[in-house]
């Protein structure tokens, strides 16, 4: 939610910056939780085999979103929208039209 922030079309650059560093630290404090979480469960002997499945699970996931929200972005764009209509459909940025009377479309 705070990283969001810092794609809202009003928002100062150095607001944005400031919360994608927030969100970056947020998500280092989650992952190296998540990994010890995953590591006290394991059985003993196995803790390899657990964080391995963790990481690879991950990275299946990081991959689909990717290649989801590329593809449906370059769908948009193939069928002559704008990029700024593609990139909102692919992330889910913002929906106001406030973007066109500023003059950016």
Avoid: D
């Amino acid at each position: 939610m705070v990283a969001a922030v810092g794609t809202l079309p009003a928002t100062p650059a150095l607001l944005a910056a400031s919360a994608m560093v927030v969100a970056a630290v947020g998500m280092g404090l989650l992952a190296s939780s998540l990994t010890v979480l995953s590591l006290s469960h394991a059985p003993s002997g196995r803790q390899g085999c657990a964080s391995s499945a963790m990481h690879t699970g991950q990275n299946v996931g990081q991959i689909t979103v990717l290649g989801v929200s590329s593809a449906l972005f370059n769908a948009c764009v193939g069928i002559g929208s704008t990029e700024f209509v593609g990139y909102r459909a692919a992330f889910g940025g913002p929906r106001s039209n406030r973007r066109k009377n500023n003059g950016y479309l």
